[in-house]
């Protein structure tokens, strides 16, 4: 069994398609398809179903798929130690990160990190299932560091550093009957309607998690997710939301009111995680400790 066996079953595994696999790989689809053949004649298993409807991994292949990202991720990591034992640091590190929070300020840190380390190579991932997405991606070794919000606070099988914590404030058009109140309770807001981002964003999860120890249904109008976005369909009339003063210092606030809300803590914390399960290599630990530098620089005064 080759490497390059791994990684290209890893391919079709994580895409299931052998064309996309194909394009990820630059390889042509017919040297895909040859050597996922060579691997399961090796194996002795079918690792896909290929159908009309698409592929699949069989029992075998999601058996095979853990071992195989482990075996992969140790390589990886074998060679960045070998380099970094030179005095170089290379290698490829998977960055998740969230649709528009700017906290860290990723533009910088990626021209940092190539001033620094020239042979690292970051790729830059969104989760269209928001930070639930992007934990569950770097449990699945698709990702090697991401920036997530943990609502419940950070679990137990990802090494987490908190980065800015922020309340999420009740955001009105101007001209609202709530726009000249300093505070509500979420029980005065039953019955209303809310622009936020869909679920398995840690915005979203905040404040439906006060909204259910409320007893207080919710309704959500418009899910959004570019939660920059969120005040100008505030603005529109599309419903109500919650933001933290950090974005609206970032996006513009004209046409809004900000309310607190006096009864629940809606506290959105960022944290920078990865896998308790795997070590990071030489180069995750590069753009971590960039990460890190960064930390005081903006939002600190949130932090804690």
């Known amino acids: 069994m080759e490497l390059r066996q791994l990684d290209y079953f890893l391919a079709v595994a994580d895409t299931l398609s052998f064309t996309r696999a194909a394009k990820r790989?630059?390889?042509?689809?017919?040297g895909v398809s040859a050597t996922i053949k060579a691997l399961?004649?090796?194996?002795?298993?079918?690792l896909f179903v290929r159908g009309p409807a698409g592929v699949a991994l069989t029992p075998a292949g999601q058996e095979l798929a853990p071992h195989a990202r482990a075996t992969v991720d140790a390589a990886r990591a074998a060679k960045e130690a070998v380099a970094a034992a030179g005095g170089a640091i290379r290698g490829t590190v998977k960055l998740g990160t969230l649709t528009s929070i700017n906290v860290i300020d990723l533009p910088t840190l990626l021209a940092d990190l190539h001033a620094r380390h020239p042979?690292?190579?970051v790729q830059l991932r969104s989760a269209r299932a928001g930070s639930a997405g992007l934990a569950q991606q770097l449990r699945d070794g698709h990702l090697d560091v991401a920036l997530v919000v943990f609502p419940d606070g950070p679990p137990a099988d990802l090494h987490t550093r908190l980065v800015a914590a922020f309340?999420?404030?009740l955001v009105v058009p101007s001209g609202h009957p709530l726009?000249?109140?300093?505070?509500?309770?979420v029980a005065e807001?039953?019955?209303m309607s809310f622009v936020d981002g869909p679920p398995g964003y840690g915005n979203r999860a905040v404040v439906d998690r006060a909204f259910a120890a409320a007893g207080v249904p919710r309704t959500i109008a418009l899910e959004v997710a570019d939660i920059a976005t969120t005040a100008t369909h505030i603005r529109n009339g599309l419903g109500l939301g919650f933001l933290s003063r950090f974005i609206l210092d970032e996006i513009g606030d004209a046409g809004l009111a900000t309310v607190s809300?006096?009864?629940?803590?809606l506290t959105w914390r960022l944290y920078v995680a990865t896998?308790?399960?795997?070590?990071?290599?030489?180069?995750?630990?590069?753009?971590?400790?960039?990460?890190e530098e960064m930390i005081p620089q903006r939002g600190a005064a949130g932090v804690r």
């Open 25 to 30: 790989l630059h390889v042509v689809q017919s």
């Open 40 to 46: 399961e004649r090796e194996l002795g298993a079918q």
């Open 119 to 121: 042979g690292v190579l």
């Open 167 to 169: 309340q999420l404030l």
């Open 179 to 185: 726009a000249g109140r300093g505070s509500v309770t």
């Open 189 to 191: 807001l039953a019955g």
């Open 261 to 265: 809300v006096s009864d629940y803590d």
């Open 275 to 291: 896998s308790a399960a795997r070590p990071a290599g030489a180069a995750t630990r590069a753009v971590l400790s960039l990460i």
